[in-house]
DNA sequence: GCGGGGGCCGTGACCGGTCACGGCCGGGGG
DNA sequence: CCCCCGGCCGTGACCGGTCACGGCCCCCGC
C-alpha cells in the first residue's frame, strides 16, 4: 500500500508525457497516438493511479450524487423504498448516499448537505426551517405536498387511490369494510389512511386500533370480528399487520379471501411470500422513485425552475394478489 | 434560484475581506474579531453561500465515503445489514454510498469506485480480478474469508455458531434434528449453513428443500413431519422460511416450542413481530459492520498496513425468544 | 524611545484534475 | 516553393476552497 496517493503529475512523469496527454490517455479523448495512449494506459496500470474524485469533480462542476432520509431500514416499505430509489438512481449514473433520521433528522441532513447535491425523503421538520438552512440545495420531500417555496415533492395521491381501491372491492362483492388502524402513526401524518379509507365507504365503519407489527394485525381481526362478525373486508395500516390479520384469520378458521377479503398497505414484495398472497395497495415505490428523479433532473438541468414548488402525485394502486 | 453558484470569493469581496477571513469565519477558526465574524455570517445568509464539497474535500484530503454493495434492499436481511452500516457510518461522520448487485456487480463497483475511498459489502467476482481493477481501492468482502492480498474481510465463523446453537438446543431437550434448506442457494456460497449443521448434529439429519418463501417454510415442516414425525427441532434456511414453519405447524395443529422447536438464521428484528417469537441465529449484522468499521479505520489510518490481508471473523449467536 | 508580542487580516501557493489555446511537424494542393 | 491543414502534444490558467506565511497596528515593558 504506497504512502502517498499517486497523482497525474507522477503518470505524466513516469511515462514521460504531459499530464494533458495522460488525461486525453484516460478519457478516450481524441488528439492523442495510439502508441502513446497504450504507453499511458500500461503506467496508469503499473503505478495503480485512480483519479482523485474531488479532482475532478471540481474542475468538471458535474452533479452527481443524492442524498436520501428514510426512518429505517427496519421498515420493509422504506428498505423497498431505498431500493427503487438504487435502482432508478443507478440507471442515471447518480450516486445514492443513505441516511436514517433516528438519531436526528437535522443532524444527518445537516452532515448530508455537505456531500451531496440534493436530498429527497421524508422530512418532519417544519418546511420554512429547512428552506432558510439549506436554501439553494434543491429538497424534495415525499409522500406529503410541499408548501414552502424552493422545497419540492412528490405527493402521495391518497384520496383517488383508496376511494378507487374501495370501489374496485365493492364490485368483487364487498358490502361491510373495517380497518385495522395503527396504534401509534409515525410522525409523518400517516392519517390520511383511515381518513380517506372512511370517506370512500361512505357509511362509518369498523375501525380497530393495534400495534404496528404482524402480532397486532392478528388482534385486530379478531377484535373486529367480535364487535361485528358480518365484515366481509378489511384495510389493515400496512402490509406487516395485514399478514398478521390473515395469519389470524386463518388460525379463527375463517377463509381468506373467500369468507373476508383482507388487503394490506404497501406493496411489499415481501406479500408475494406469503400464502395467500398477499393483496396490498401499493404505494408505488418504484413510480415515487421514478418522478423524484425527474423531478431532480429538471433541477440539475438548470433551466427555468419557477420559484415556487415542483410537486407530482403518484396515486397509490392495488395490486391484486390472492388475500382479496 | 440563482444561475451561478456564489463562491467564497463573492462573499469576501461582498463583506469587504480576503477569501482567508470568510474561511476563518464559516469554520470557528481564531485570528478574526468577533464584529468581522458576524459580519462575513451575515453576508454568507444573504447571498445564500454553500461552500463546494469537491473543493473542501480536495484541499483538506480527508477520506469519508464507502461504498456498500449488496444484493438487494428486498432480501430482509440485506436490509437490516445496510441498516447497521448507516449507523455505524452515521456514528463515524462517513457517508455511505450504497449499490446494488442487482445489474451487473462489476459495472456497479466500477461506478462507485470513482465515488468512494473503501468498498464493502458481498463480492462475487473473482478475487484477483477485482484487486486488479482496483489496485489501490480498499475492498472488505463480507461474510467470506479473503484470499487475494489487498482485500480484506470480515467473515462468519458458521462452524462455531451453529455448533454452539446446537449444543444449546441439546441442553434443552433437542433430540432430533431437521433442516429446512433452500433450494437456489444464492451465489455467495450460502452452503456451509448445512454442511455445518449435520456436521455439528453428528448424525445425519433429515433435510428437506424448498423454495426461499415463507410458503417455502410451511412446506418445509409438512414434508419435514411426513418423513420422521418425531422430529423435535428444526433449523430453516433463514427467517423468512423459519416464519413459514411455524405458520404451517400450526396450521397442522402442533405446538411450537413445545413439541417442535423451530429456529431461523438471520436474525430479523422482523422475527420479534410475529407470534411466537422467532428463535433465530443472528448473523450480527450491527457486529460485522463494526468490524468492518474497524479495519476501514485502520486502512484509513494509513499507518503500517501489511500488505496481506486484514480479516476479524464474527460468530453467529442466537437470540432466543419465543420460538426454540 | 525602542523592541517584542499578540490580535487581526491578506497574499501566494497548492490540492489534482480539466479546459482553452498555441506550437511543432509532416504532407498535399496551388 | 509556399501555405495551409490536420495530427499530436505541451503550457498556463482555472475550478473553489485551505494552508503557511508575512505584514500591519497597537499596547506593554524596560
Known amino acids: 500500500m504506497q504512502s502517498r496517493r499517486v497523482t497525474i503529475r507522477d503518470v505524466a512523469h513516469a511515462a514521460g508525457v504531459s499530464r494533458q496527454t495522460v488525461t486525453r490517455a484516460i478519457n478516450d479523448m481524441a488528439d492523442i497516438s495510439r502508441e502513446t495512449r497504450e504507453r499511458v494506459m500500461k503506467t496508469v496500470e503499473e503505478l495503480g493511479y485512480r483519479p482523485n474524485r474531488f479532482a475532478i469533480e471540481l474542475s468538471r462542476q458535474r452533479t452527481l450524487s443524492v442524498g436520501l432520509i428514510i426512518g429505517t431500514f427496519r421498515n420493509p416499505y422504506y428498505a423497498q423504498l431505498a431500493d427503487a430509489f438504487v435502482n432508478e438512481l443507478q440507471r442515471r449514473d447518480w450516486q445514492l448516499v443513505v441516511g436514517t433520521s433516528e438519531r436526528g433528522e437535522a443532524e444527518v441532513i445537516g452532515a448530508m448537505a455537505a456531500q451531496v447535491d440534493a436530498i429527497v425523503g421524508y422530512i418532519d421538520q417544519a418546511e420554512d426551517e429547512i428552506a432558510a438552512t439549506f436554501r439553494g440545495m434543491p429538497i424534495i420531500r415525499l409522500e406529503h405536498r410541499a408548501t414552502t417555496a424552493g422545497i419540492h415533492s412528490v405527493e402521495l395521491d391518497w384520496e383517488r387511490g383508496i376511494a378507487d381501491m374501495v370501489s374496485a372491492l365493492r364490485a368483487k362483492g364487498s358490502r361491510r369494510f373495517a380497518m385495522i388502524d395503527a396504534a401509534a402513526p409515525e410522525p409523518h401524518g400517516l392519517a390520511p389512511r383511515r381518513r380517506f379509507f372512511e370517506d370512500a365507504v361512505g357509511e362509518p365503519c369498523t375501525v ?47 377463509a381468506v379471501p373467500d369468507t373476508i377479503r383482507i388487503v394490506g398497505i404497501d406493496g411489499l414484495s415481501l406479500g ?26 429538471q433541477l440539475f438541468a438548470g433551466g427555468p425552475v419557477p420559484d415556487g414548488s415542483l410537486t407530482r402525485a403518484v396515486t397509490p394502486v392495488v395490486v391484486w394478489r390472492e388475500s382479496a
Request: glycine share 10%; hydrophobic share 50%; no cysteine.
Open 208 to 254: 380497530v386500533t393495534e400495534t404496528q407489527s404482524i402480532a397486532g394485525g392478528a388482534d385486530g381481526i379478531r377484535n373486529l370480528l367480535e364487535r361485528d362478525p358480518r365484515i366481509d373486508t378489511v384495510l389493515a395500516f400496512n402490509d406487516l399487520m395485514a399478514m398478521g390479520a390473515v395469519q389470524g384469520a386463518h388460525t379463527l378458521g375463517i
Open 272 to 297: 408475494e411470500a406469503v400464502s395467500p398472497r398477499l393483496t396490498s395497495l401499493s404505494l408505488e415505490s418504484a413510480a415515487v422513485a421514478g418522478e423524484a428523479a425527474e423531478i431532480l433532473a
